[in-house]
């Protein structure tokens, strides 16, 4: 069964990202669970939208056995969240299970050009039977929460903070190592595939797209360099 854990609003302007925090999660739960990896989503920059810094939530990819207890996973999860709580933040935690309806997805692209509300992710959550839910200070997290699920699930949003063993390669690598590490392709902006070369490898950051994860790179200096894509 797949799952995904959306997280939002985890930290303040001295703490740790929730992406970090998000790897943290995924690291405990890899112990009984397959980790397919941990995503990062941008959302609204606007005014209007109170963030930390970058306004981005976070998705943890899982696939599990038939039958496990999603309650009992969701409260671990919270658990692990409430012992780190920043003081001033916003937390919001979502857990859906299985595939994520069409109305979630599009909640999820609104999030990223819109202004939406708790109320709306919380009556969507609702309607669906995901598990939503606020973990202090404004609760304004359960937003972003439910928005990451929803942009995980379409599978062509965010990049991956951690996929197979990419955080373990740095310098310049062949483009086999990314391959041998978790990355599914390697291709120019435009879109052609690259198979041969270097590619500086210290911080790969894959696209996901297609529900994979996707290197995109731009060739300078004698090498591929890696390319972030939202």
Same mark, same amino acid.
């Not at 990355?183 to 297609?210: E, I, Q, Y």
């Given at each position: 069964m797949s799952l995904l854990i959306g997280m939002d609003d985890t930290d303040n302007h001295e703490s740790r990202g929730t992406g970090h925090l998000a790897r943290q999660i995924a690291a405990l739960l890899?112990?009984?669970n397959t980790l397919l990896g941990v995503t990062r989503h941008q959302l609204l920059v606007d005014p209007r939208v109170p963030y930390t810094s970058h306004n981005s939530s976070a998705a943890i990819h899982l696939e599990t056995e038939d039958g496990v207890d999603l309650s009992v996973l969701f409260e671990r999860v919270s658990k692990f969240m409430l012992a780190d709580f920043q003081p001033g933040s916003d937390p919001g935690l979502c857990l859906a299970a299985g595939a994520v309806p069409s109305a979630i997805i599009e909640f999820g692209r609104r999030a990223q050009n819109e202004v939406v509300t708790q109320s709306q992710a919380r009556d969507l959550a609702s309607t669906f039977g995901f598990r939503l839910q606020g973990l202090g200070g404004s609760e304004d997290g359960v937003i972003g929460a439910l928005a990451a699920v929803g942009l995980a699930a379409c599978g062509e949003d965010g990049r991956y903070l951690l996929v197979g063993s990419i955080r373990e390669l740095a310098g310049l690598q062949p483009v @086999?190592?990314?391959?041998?590490? &978790?990355? *599914?392709? *390697?291709?120019?902006?435009?879109?052609? #595939? *690259?198979?041969?070369?270097?590619?500086?490898?210290?911080?790969? =950051? #894959?696209? =996901?797209?297609?529900?994979? #994860?996707? @290197?995109?790179?731009?060739? @300078? &200096?004698?090498?591929?360099? #890696?390319v972030k894509l939202d």
């Open positions: 890899s112990e009984n @086999q190592a990314l391959l041998s590490a &978790g990355v *599914v392709a *390697v291709k120019t902006l435009d879109g052609k #595939p *690259v198979d041969k070369g270097m590619v500086l490898a210290d911080k790969l =950051r #894959p696209a =996901r797209r297609a529900g994979m #994860p996707v @290197q995109y790179v731009d060739w @300078q &200096g004698g090498h591929w360099q #890696p």
